[in-house]
DNA sequence: GGCGGTGCTTGGATCGATCAAGCGTCGCGA
DNA sequence: TCGCGACGCTTGATCGATCCAAGCACCGCC
């Protein structure tokens, strides 16, 4: 209160203060804390007045503030992956979203960044955590091996990954999508509906999110005693190398059906198939990976395996409440299920 | 320094504070605050021993206390706008990206949220102010109208708009792009194919947006001494409607081109073509707007108006550094030109 | 009247960096 | 030799919330 009594017109007021709030309320400024933080303490009729005078001056507890004192900032960490032009997968887009989300509901904003040196995994994160800028972290991009979460276990940074370590130590929380599971389902509605010889496009053998989702697809096709042999192939995650693979596959397997690793390995499928006059859906199905803004929008549709994103999100932040609060190293692992969105393509 | 003695090996080391680095170096804490904030001030011996001391500790301020003290965050808030589904725009991802590497490069990062009432503009924005959270937005949703920039102008918050001011009255700094220029362009490309008969498919007339859009196509036009009359039509942005006001079109009309507001709008006409028989780009040529992932991978490739997100991220970055520092209450426009890529569709 | 408990106050320290003032040293000119 | 100013560094106070310990007023109960 008054700590500026001459102030002048164009300077912005200052946000009132605890001490403002307890002068308002007639209390001290331990009480108000109290209000805050511990309301059980304080008398209801008190309580009331308290949260009066804190409406009535629309006080916020400075963060700062509270974070020196409290040795945290309630802010996650997450790092955005290099953004990739000219490919469908935009699951990064609905994820944030999830995430913010989620983050919100349980008290926490999320903290954006890049690293400076895009090719150094481990860029960025040191400094938020020396500087106590974050309380935990997000990591997303566990494509190959996830050489930033053995950074962050020994720096004992608390974090949690999308997606499962491929490293039989590593021993923090996960959560992540069953790929198989997706690519299984939608490998049986390709044989619900009368395929045989069904193709797979995947990526590099070294990628282990490519060989789990890989692995549905072959499972399924030798569970009904079908052969895979000569109908699988594995490129780089591009249009045109799905497009090359699918005329490869075309010409030498004569699949009628397709299951991809990823949308954008579909739409390349779909390339294909529109150079060659087949219609998809209608000569050859194709099934994507991700759901993306591309599989929707496509004229005919792309039936695609979508990843429960949301509730990825939601389980994240369970985890990192575990996580922050107690200062446990260990965490567990949750493994949710995709769902299958049939379109015009199968 | 030996602020705990007796350390427990299980828990985590406290990272080391400034007075750590000036016991270290034999200086005291101003000096080491000095050497980072004013290196000028230090004679260079000294300076060189202090970054020694800060290397070797791995010392990073302290964001807490430093933000306590300044009364500054250096974050960024930006609010994530609603999610929507089953459309292409995805402009966001590409922007969020920019803005994240911008920041940086001014030392700042961004923090996400979104309103825990999607339908009130000011929800979210005002409890990050109060408790000095971040130190301005970014407010990117200027749609229609654009009710938070109000709100925020008499809160006197320090923001920059994505998006021009439709009301005069606004004072704030903005970062925009010509959207008038990239249909004109758009539509003068179409021309100089040959075409003629170029139809508009755009948003409903109280978008300040989608009509600024609208006027590059007629406004080119015009100059050619071309009607537009019977050529327009304005829709929701959802694939669905843009692929019947292709069909309405097409019967009532006979274009032989389409520009469009959106590329959401411009797969609606895809899909029109395509269940007439017509070729894209052959037959009738499509331009989009936003040149999302999808107009990338779509087969046939889809012609649209790329935003330059990049410099936009990076005028606005320009601007909010100046609105922080001093405290200036005005701010500058500035209106970036777009850039039309070619693709099959066209 | 004494005793315990509830509900609040008081005074202080603390988190770690920055601000503002102060102080010693050195060089230079009078 | 003394005074003066500049340079380079140090010292104490401060930002606002939280945490802690102690204490006090008031109430009801035995």
Redesign the pocket.
């Known amino acids: 209160m008054g700590?500026d009594p001459h102030r002048v017109l164009d300077v912005p007021p200052?946000?009132?203060?605890?001490?403002?709030v307890?002068a308002v309320a007639?209390?001290?400024?331990?009480?108000?804390?109290?209000a805050?933080?511990?309301p059980a303490?304080?008398?209801s009729?008190?309580?009331e007045r308290v949260r009066a005078a804190i409406d009535q001056l629309g006080?916020s507890?400075?963060r700062?503030?509270?974070n020196?004192?409290?040795?945290a900032s309630h802010l996650i960490g997450l790092r955005l992956t290099p953004f990739a032009e000219g490919t469908a997968n935009a699951t990064m887009d609905r994820f944030v979203h999830s995430l913010v989300q989620a983050s919100r509901q349980a008290g926490y904003h999320v903290l954006l960044f890049d690293g400076d040196d895009p090719t150094d995994p481990a860029s960025g994160y040191d400094e938020l955590v020396r500087s106590t800028a974050v309380d935990a972290f997000v990591v997303t991009d566990t494509y190959r091996g996830n050489p930033q979460a053995a950074y962050l276990e020994d720096a004992s940074v608390p974090f949690v990954a999308f997606g499962r370590p491929w490293t039989p130590a590593a021993l923090h929380p996960w959560v992540d999508v069953d790929g198989a599971a997706g690519t299984a389902a939608a490998t049986s509605h390709l044989l619900d509906r009368g395929h045989e010889r069904i193709a797979w496009i995947g990526w590099r053998k070294d990628s282990p999110i490519g060989e789990d989702r890989r692995a549905g697809w072959s499972r399924t096709l030798h569970a009904r005693g079908l052969p895979t042999t000569g109908l699988a192939s594995r490129v780089e995650d591009l249009v045109t190398s799905g497009r090359e693979a699918a005329g490869v596959l075309l010409d030498e397997a004569a699949p009628t059906a397709f299951v991809c690793a990823s949308d954008t390995l579909a739409m390349g499928v779909l390339h294909q198939l529109a150079e060659r006059g087949l219609r998809p859906g209608h000569d050859v199905a194709v099934v994507g990976f991700d759901d993306s803004p591309v599989a929707q929008v496509v004229p005919g549709g792309l039936t695609s395996v979508r990843q429960p994103l949301e509730e990825v999100a939601v389980q994240i932040v369970q985890r990192l409440g575990k996580l922050i609060g107690r200062r446990e190293r260990f965490g567990s692992g949750a493994l949710l299920t995709p769902r299958l969105v049939v379109r015009g393509s199968s």
């Open positions: 700590r200052a946000p009132p203060t605890l001490a403002d307890a007639g209390v001290s400024r331990q009480t108000v804390s109290n805050l933080n511990n303490l304080l008398r009729d008190t309580l006080y507890p400075n700062a503030a509270r020196l004192r409290t040795r």
